[in-house]
């Protein structure tokens, strides 16, 4: 089954502890990217990456750092989580360029940061 | 001041209403403009995509681009209360997405 997977589904952390959500697809997809969902605020893109080892931020990448050393994972890594970091999480991947157009999301990490 | 409007509702109709959705944009170098369907507790999922203005049709759905006024809709047609979802407007430049807040709509049976 073509999926987006990600890892944890839900986490309760404190304010410092470095953390990383693991993201995985097996449509063999160049793209990317990871966006956080906020009440009001809709989707944010926070980071995207078109292929191996070519990262851009998105709108709000402060926080947060990633990396793609292959093409189906594609981690988040919060080194000093804040408490405004409290979010949803989403990793989505497409096919590249233009037809980033169709994205497929995984299924979400609620994270909650005190 | 974003890059795309979206008015977050909520919207409630009644089953069978046609369902009206819009957002404008500011940014003129976005290529392709997208629906997304959103359940509860669930990742968005594509709906319609654009690339032109002009209208577009699916089945009960219909997404209008309108580039020189930089406005997008989406129709939905004799709704159902399995429409009953948030939509996310979103458009993207070579990569970068930008997504609307997302309404969310509610059809009564």
């Known amino acids: 089954e073509a999926q987006v997977t990600q890892n944890p589904r839900y986490l309760i952390t404190v304010t410092g502890k470095k953390l990383t959500v693991t993201c995985s697809q097996n449509?063999?997809?160049?793209?990317m990217s990871w966006y956080r969902q906020d009440p009001g605020l809709g989707l944010r893109q926070i980071y995207y990456?078109?292929?191996?080892?070519?990262?851009d931020k998105g709108d709000v990448p402060e926080g947060y750092k990633v990396s793609r050393k292959e093409k189906r994972n594609f981690p988040l890594i919060l080194e000093s989580p804040s408490p405004n970091q409290t979010s949803l999480y989403f990793c989505?991947?497409?096919?590249?360029?233009?037809?980033?157009?169709?994205?497929?999301f995984g299924p979400g990490t609620r994270l909650t940061v005190t | 001041q974003k890059e795309v409007e979206q008015d977050p509702g909520p919207l409630s109709v009644p089953e069978g209403a046609i369902v009206s959705l819009n957002c404008t944009y500011s940014?003129?170098?976005?290529?392709?403009f997208m629906w997304y369907r959103q359940y509860s507790r669930k990742g968005p999922e594509l709906l319609m995509y654009t690339y032109s203005s002009g209208n577009k049709e699916d089945g009960r759905f219909t997404a209008q681009v309108d580039k020189s006024s930089k406005y997008i809709s989406l129709f939905i047609r004799d709704s159902q209360p399995s429409d009953s979802a948030t939509y996310l407007c979103?458009?993207?430049?070579?990569?970068?997405?930008?997504f609307g807040a997302g309404t969310q709509v509610v059809v009564t049976p």
């Open positions: 990456s078109m292929n191996v080892e070519v990262t």
């Open positions: 449509m063999n997809h160049e793209y």
């Open positions: 940014n003129s170098a976005f290529q392709y």
């Open positions: 989505a991947s497409s096919r590249a360029g233009a037809s980033s157009y169709e994205q497929y």
């Open positions: 979103a458009m993207n430049s070579w990569g970068k997405l930008q």
